[in-house]
């Protein structure tokens, strides 16, 4: 299942696989939106490591804190701030601050999302898909937006849900401006956004059927896939979906 479509690795090494440098991301900066937990977290952690300084938020203080926190204990360099990013002076406060503090913006992930339904598509309701497409899709354009004139130079990642036709509509337009457009999609991934999924045994033991690993993901798997996207070893990469479900059997 995908979080509306989005975002592998844990196995063992292979022998002679190029390691991407630990400095490949120094001297950016990164926003990664929802990224005080799960995938977001990973996603500024892997960033973090490869020298980008991460800019973390979330909708409460208390959760960037701790983030802010964690990630300083990894020797990151991290700003946070709180951040609705369905609120527009939200995003231009998180924007701005970025600006301020760091001096310009390299690489957006915009991994907020929500899914206030689980069930029968059919039984939902005109007030759940108002929400998604706001949250999932509407905000993390209106996000793009926001940021684009402040990349002129450097990678640009856009990591989110139910963007497949956006991701490539916006890569050749943004290739001129020497900015990436790419889209992650995850199958399912161990975070508390996929836990009715994942808590289940029945249906994961369904679920396990499709895939070839048979397990589900870690955050940090999918960190470590965001963070290759927004590097230089990624630098002939635009416009793609990368899909990382453990080989699942449906493709987009």
């Known amino acids: ?39 977001g977290l990973a996603a500024a952690q892997a960033l973090g490591k490869r020298g980008a300084h991460v800019v973390v938020s979330s909708r409460r203080q208390a959760n960037v804190d701790k983030a802010v926190a964690l990630l300083k204990s990894q020797s990151i360099q991290v700003t946070g701030t709180t951040c609705n990013v369905g609120k527009e002076e939200d995003r231009e406060k998180l924007v701005q601050m970025t600006l301020d503090q760091c001096g310009g913006i390299d690489i957006l992930v915009s991994n907020a999302a929500v899914n206030p339904f689980f069930g029968n598509i ?28 402040h990349m002129a130079l450097g990678p640009y990642s856009v990591s989110k849900t139910a963007l497949l036709g956006l991701t490539r509509a916006l890569a050749p337009e943004l290739a001129d401006s020497n900015i990436r457009v790419n889209c992650v999609a995850p199958g399912v991934i161990k975070t508390r956004f996929s836990s009715a999924l994942w808590s289940n045994e029945d249906i994961m033991d369904e679920f396990k ?7 589900i993901g870690e955050p940090e798997e999918i960190g470590g896939v965001i963070a290759f996207l927004c590097s230089e070893e990624a630098s002939y990469i635009t416009g793609e979906t990368i899909t990382v479900t453990g080989g699942m059997a449906c493709r987009l």
Do not use: H
């Not at 002679?16 to 990664?32: C, E, F, H, P």
């Open 1 to 39: 299942m995908f979080r509306s479509v989005f975002r592998c690795l844990r196995t063992n090494p292979v022998a002679g696989q190029r390691t991407m440098s630990q400095s490949s991301l120094a001297g950016k900066v990164a926003i990664v939106t929802a990224s005080t937990d799960g995938i």
């Open 122 to 149: 059919m039984d939902s309701t005109e007030d759940v898909w108002d929400k998604i497409l706001s949250i999932n899709v509407k905000s993390s354009f209106l996000m793009t937006k926001l940021v684009v004139p």
């Open 209 to 215: 059927k499709q895939l070839s690993i048979k397990r």
